[in-house]
Every structure is written in structure tokens, then in C-alpha cells.
């Protein structure tokens, strides 16, 4: 049977559930995260949106040869965008008391 008041009762989580997300989104937007190669002579920022928003570099990284600082940039950025993504993922979770559950979100 058909309980109209349970429906609208679920409208009204589903709509303040999208409000809460929205409001996470927007600090999440505004964090910064950091990650280095294991020598920390390439230290990457990225922000909410996982984008770069800077890069340094130590004078040792100048010495590599170019596949050596590949393996070093590859490294910073990784693990710069595994702090956002884990970060993202316990604030979503909590915003939502858990209903994501383990779910990897893109862009979120």
C-alpha cells in the first residue's frame, strides 16, 4: 500500500541530504592538499577540485635524469590526490551518515 506521508518524508531527507552535500562540496573546494616523493624533492598542492595549484621542486631533483623525475612528479602527484581523495571521501561519508558507504565518487 501506497503511504503518502513516508514519500514526502523521504523527499525532504533526499533534499536536505543534497543541501549538506552541496555545503561539503564547497569546503571540500576550498581545501588544500600536499603531497612529496618519498625524498621530498617534489612537493605537489592540490585543491578541492584536484587541481594543481602548485609544485616545488628541491635542487636535488635537478640532478635526476628526466626518468628519475618523472617517477618523482608521478609520485607527489599521486599521493597529493590521494590525501584530496580520502579527505573528500570521509567528509562525504560523514555528511551523509555513511549512506555512500565505500562508493568513489568522481569530482567529489
Excluded: H, W
Amino acid at each position: 500500500m501506497f503511504n503518502k506521508s513516508n514519500m514526502l518524508g523521504m523527499l525532504k531527507q533526499a533534499q536536505q541530504a543534497k543541501k549538506q552535500l552541496k555545503k561539503v562540496q564547497k569546503e571540500i573546494n576550498r581545501m588544500v592538499f600536499k603531497g612529496s616523493s618519498e625524498d621530498e624533492s617534489v612537493v605537489v598542492t592540490v585543491n578541492g577540485k584536484l587541481e594543481i595549484t602548485n609544485v616545488e621542486l628541491s635542487d636535488y631533483f635537478s640532478s635526476c635524469d628526466s626518468r628519475q623525475q618523472t617517477l618523482l612528479i608521478k609520485t607527489a602527484v599521486n599521493n597529493a590526490i590521494a590525501s584530496a581523495q580520502k579527505t573528500t571521501q570521509e567528509k562525504m561519508n560523514s555528511a551523509t551518515g555513511g549512506m555512500l558507504g565505500d562508493m568513489n565518487i568522481p569530482g567529489l
